[in-house]
């Protein structure tokens, strides 16, 4: 396989993985944040104290919080690589290094995929060929 193979692959995995934890990201935090507002509303309806409502709303906006960092972490350093794998980029190296690091515990596929980048990134044959 040539090294354009190697990114092509590297690429659409690393989508792919994006795409996965932005989906999920999104999902968690609606059905989180509407469980948040629904406790608050619920608990300001039995007690009949509207001040209860704004710890449902408090809750909901800690999960954004920690949903949008999470996703930074995680669906950032995916998408970049794979877009800069994609457009041959500089900076491809780390931004690939960092996403193998942040795909490889979800096991099977991403332990494979990371594997993959690491030995790909890594490999004295690539570091030439492989901008960053």
Known sequence: MSTTDHTKILAIGFAAFAVIYFFTFLLLLLV???VFVALGIT???DTGDPNQLGYGI???VVTVIFYGVLGLIC???TALASWKLFKQKPKVRF???L???VVLPIIPLGTALG???FWYFFSAANKN???G
């Open 75 to 77: 669906v950032l350093p």
């Open 43 to 45: 608990i300001a309806n």
């Open 99 to 101: 996403a193998s690091l």
């Open 115 to 117: 594997g993959y980048g």
């Open 58 to 60: 408090l809750g909901a």
């Open 32 to 34: 989180t944040a509407g």
């Open 129 to 131: 060929s492989v901008q």
């Open 95 to 97: 931004w690939g290094i």
